[in-house]
């Protein structure tokens, strides 16, 4: 029985130019909890992908002309629909997802305040008048929204990796075709309905869903009509649609995978220090691009923290969003269970120890137990890998120095993460850090109004903050002569 089909926002086809679009084929969307099927929906191809790519070209000219208070108006009024729909929203996330109620609430807070602060921000996209050289000449710039953007999404924020992309390239004057991951596209699609209530023009929002993302993001990324491509999800997949995009040139943005550490200093506060490491590691079920996923924890107070963290985990509640008070819900899928059971495989092999969990949930499905692993090294492959689940392993260090090696070890600079208080202390690591975000004595680091993303092979490009509209925008020199 499809459980959610009490839900007005929910939605099978697919949006394209202001149509809702069927398609040949559907595929199922699971409730990654217990399986149950939740909607059929439309398995498009390449050419509703192309569809999309003309609708999103046609509606250019009008969306660009219309002025960013214009622009801002209906973001505004998107923004409000969603915040009106917070719980309905929620459902759908928890649904399609399986986090816990109170997270998919916070998701749906923290994805609209990201349409709230584009809107806004998108009205001071400023030029510049530049001092000229020569007497007979004034030199000045243009900042105006690059084109088309493609959208490509993962399912572990299934609301707010969409708007954190989607926000700011509309704020822009941009339009935009987006591709939900296979796993969540009823939030997708959700977001396609409230837009089209808050008003938004046939063409200027486009979803496509489907299962055949090789094919779809073949034509996404060859369309010259295209101009830039943001993307969320994998390293491996970025680096793909990375070279694909090269024929084309198109402004790239990637968030791609990451593997932060999160270093304890012996002058730490305990507590702090656990309440931190809790959230920055267990939030998503561990499935979160910035979670910790090396626990760096120094010869001082290794012990102290590794039973505290440890009895903390242990207490957590494991179950499915639709039961109250459950604070860790399933993972996506069984391939995500089998990648934590092959790191705490490898990790017991070579000699770490099993403080607190180390197997499937007696629930049975997608269930994993919180886990926390002691002794663990950097030769093991939960030290070098995203585990992406709900996996601690406890990392001992002897200084700073051998602290800030370990961390900055490896391809990838997300996030990072340190207790500390001694205020030299934290202007040193956080210098010395190899991240795009670093959490200092703080383990919830995301905001709309703060520059989310990585260096190294963690990506490219900023969303958020000021910056995250620089990503939607070309600066165009306009040279006027002969004054
Ligand atoms: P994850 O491991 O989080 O699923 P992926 O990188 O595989 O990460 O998926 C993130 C998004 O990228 C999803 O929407 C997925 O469908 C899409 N995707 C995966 N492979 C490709 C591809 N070859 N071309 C375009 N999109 C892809």
Request: hydrophobic letters at 45%; aromatic letters at 6%; proline letters at 4%.
């Amino acid at each position: 029985m499809n459980t959610l089909s009490h839900s007005s926002l929910l939605r099978e086809q697919a949006y394209i130019n202001g149509q809702w679009l069927s398609g040949a084929q559907q595929f199922a969307v699971h409730n990654p909890a217990s399986g149950a099927l939740l909607a059929q929906v439309a398995d498009l191809g390449a050419a509703e992908t192309r569809a999309a790519i003309a609708a999103a070209h046609a509606a250019l000219p009008a969306w660009q002309k219309l002025t960013a208070k214009q622009r801002a108006a209906m973001l505004q009024r998107w923004h409000a629909l969603i915040l009106q729909h917070q719980q309905e929203l929620a459902d759908l996330i928890s649904q399609e997802q399986g986090k816990p109620p109170a997270e998919s609430m916070g998701e749906i807070a923290y994805g609209a305040s990201y349409i709230e602060w584009f809107a806004e921000e998108g009205k001071r996209v400023y030029g510049e008048v530049i001092p000229c050289p020569f007497a007979d000449k004034r030199l000045v710039t243009l900042r105006q929204g690059v084109g088309v953007v493609a959208a490509i999404t993962p399912w572990n924020f299934p609301h707010a990796m969409i708007t954190r992309k989607v926000a700011p390239a509309l704020a822009a004057g941009c339009t935009v075709v987006l591709k939900p991951a296979a796993e969540t596209p009823l939030s997708a699609l959700a977001l396609a309905a409230l837009a089209e209530q808050a008003g938004l023009p046939p063409g200027v929002f486009n979803v496509v869903t489907g299962t055949d993302a090789v094919t779809i993001g073949a034509e996404l990324t060859s369309s010259p009509l295209v101009r830039a491509l943001s993307f969320t999800g994998s390293t491996a997949v970025g680096k793909l649609l990375m070279r694909q995009c090269a024929d084309t040139v198109k402004k790239l943005g990637l968030e791609l995978g990451g593997n932060a550490p999160f270093i304890v200093f012996d002058d730490a506060d305990l507590d702090a220090a656990v309440q931190g490491a809790l959230f920055a590691k267990f939030r998503n079920s561990g499935q979160t691009c910035v979670c910790a996923n090396r626990l760096l924890v120094q010869d001082g107070i290794y012990r102290a923290f590794a039973e505290k963290l440890a009895s903390a985990v242990a207490a957590l509640q494991v179950g499915p969003a639709s039961e109250a008070g459950m604070q860790q819900g399933p993972l996506i899928s069984q391939a995500a269970v089998a990648k934590v059971q092959r790191h705490i495989a490898n990790a017991v092999s070579l000699g770490a120890t099993v403080l607190t969990g180390g197997a499937a949930h007696a629930r049975g499905g997608n269930f994993f137990q919180p886990t926390v692993l002691a002794d663990v090294t950097e030769q093991m492959l939960v030290a070098q890998e995203e585990t992406f689940g709900p996996l601690a392993p406890l990392i001992r260090f002897h200084d700073e120095a051998d602290a800030i090696r370990l961390a900055n070890n490896g391809e990838s600079g997300l996030a990072a993460y340190f207790y500390s208080r001694d205020i030299g202390r934290c202007w040193r690591v956080a210098e010395a850090i190899e991240a795009g975000m670093v959490g200092i004595n703080e383990g919830a680091i995301s905001t709309e109004v703060a520059p989310f993303g990585g260096i190294k092979q963690s990506g490219l490009g900023r969303e958020g903050g000021r910056a995250g509209l620089e990503e939607f925008i070309e600066t165009k020199y306009l040279c006027f002569g002969g004054i």
